[in-house]
Every structure is written in C-alpha cells, then in structure tokens.
C-alpha cells in the first residue's frame, strides 16, 4: 500500500516547504524541505525539487514502517486509515509513532480502532506545549482515519 494524495497533501500542508534548514519545535533536530530531517544540518539550503524528492524518500520509510508493524501482522486498514498512520509517523518518526497510544490500539487483538481514532488528538504538543499546527494535523489525521470527511472538506479546514 502506498499514500495517497490526500495523504500526501496533509503532510506537505502540515509541514510547509522550507528551503533554509531550521531547528524544529521540540528544539532537536535541524530540518529542512517539508520536515527532512535525517541529513538536514545547519545552514543547509535547498531547491524545492531537491525538497521533494526527499519528502518522497521520507514518505517510503514511513510507508515501510506502517507496512512492517501493521498490514504484515494482519491489521486490517483502509486507504484514508494507513494514510492518517503514515502521516502521524512522518511528523513523530517511526520509533515515536509505535510509542502512542495509536499504535499500541492497532496492536491489539483484535485491533482496536476507535481507541486509535480517539488518540490521535494526544500527540499535538512539542515541550509540553500545545501547538495550534498539530493540533490540527491531528484533528485532520482522525478525521481521515475515521474517513469522516472527503478530501475536499479536509484540506479545505486545515488550510482555512
């Protein structure tokens, strides 16, 4: 299974091209493109083609990830679920993902998908901060997961 664009547009809306390596909002990593951050370094700077083509590179590992520890363990998802599961592993990394209360829901048996729906909104702060942005990836993220709204309808609210 692959991302699909709606997928793919709520990770480059939530991320935003950056051309200019910053360090992120929890204060540890430098990060460039839309939310690179395995090479990016101090003072980097970009084309945004070269940002997409890492973005599709993150994209593959975080689609890896989700394969792995989900669809190969029989875990059950939709299009819109392993886009929501792909996009919250882009923003948290793979190791964080399996960490939340997502995932852990996901792992039951049998899975648990309301409890996953549910817990998304808990991972919307960076140093104990709530953010406005995550907060509503996150909202975006249930909403795709519990396929509660159309595409249109969806990037429509995260970009107003």
């Known amino acids: 299974m692959n991302i699909s664009t709606t997928g ?14 910053y360090y992120d909002n929890a204060g540890k990593k430098w990060t460039i493109g839309y939310g ?4 990016a370094k101090q003072g980097m700077t970009i084309t945004h083609d070269k940002g997409v083509e890492l973005l599709k590179t993150d994209i593959t590992v ?11 363990k029989g875990v059950l998802l939709t299009q819109n679920q392993f886009d929501a599961l792909v996009s919250l592993s882009y923003n948290m990394g793979c190791a964080g993902f399996l960490k939340t209360d ?10 648990d998908y309301e409890a996953a729906a549910a817990a998304f909104g808990k991972y919307n702060k960076a140093k104990g901060k ?16 519990r396929n509660d709204s159309t595409r249109q309808e969806l990037l429509a609210w995260m970009l107003s």
């Open 130 to 145: 709530v953010l406005d942005g995550l907060t509503i990836r996150r909202k975006a993220e249930e909403s795709l997961f």
């Open 8 to 21: 793919l547009q709520i990770i480059t809306a939530s991320e935003s091209f950056r051309s200019e390596a």
């Open 62 to 72: 975080k689609e890896d990830c989700i394969t792995r520890n989900f669809l190969k």
């Open 36 to 39: 690179h951050t395995a090479t």
């Open 102 to 111: 997502v995932a852990k829901a996901l792992q039951k048996s049998p899975p």
